[in-house]
């Protein structure tokens, strides 16, 4: 059984800054690439924020480039996203996620709430 712990959200006023972790278990992890994605409001689609594969390539969603970081440990079976900079428009369910990278079967965590105050 595969789950997703995330942690990290809250609120935060603009210009501050949140770490958000997922640690996954179930089994390993290192086939799988990771990510983030967050839903700004319900009814609208989740959208990538962040992605890094099994190999370490990175892709940042075009509204974080430049104040969010992803990263992963792989002994830990963990993924960690650095959110600096945050601006209102930030604010959202967070979710992790990883994708098998030959099946492609992907797993989510229930969401994290982010919130940031002007």
């Known amino acids: 059984q595969v789950q997703l712990e995330e942690s990290g959200g809250g609120l935060v006023q603009a210009g501050g800054s949140l770490r958000l972790s997922c640690v996954a278990s179930?089994?390993?992890?290192?086939?799988?690439?990771m990510g983030w994605f967050r839903r700004q409001a319900p009814g609208k689609e989740r959208e990538l924020v962040a992605?890094?594969?099994?190999?370490?390539?990175?892709t940042y969603g075009d509204s974080v480039k430049g104040r969010f970081t992803i990263s992963r440990d792989n002994a830990k079976n963990s993924v960690e996203l650095q959110m600096n900079s945050l601006k209102p428009e930030d604010t959202a369910v967070y979710y992790c996620?990883?994708?098998?990278?030959?099946?492609?079967?992907?797993?989510w965590g229930q969401g994290t709430q982010v919130t940031v105050s002007s």
């Open positions: 179930g089994r390993t992890f290192a086939n799988y690439n």
């Open positions: 996620n990883v994708v098998h990278i030959i099946s492609r079967r992907a797993y």
């Open positions: 992605s890094i594969t099994w190999t370490g390539g990175i």
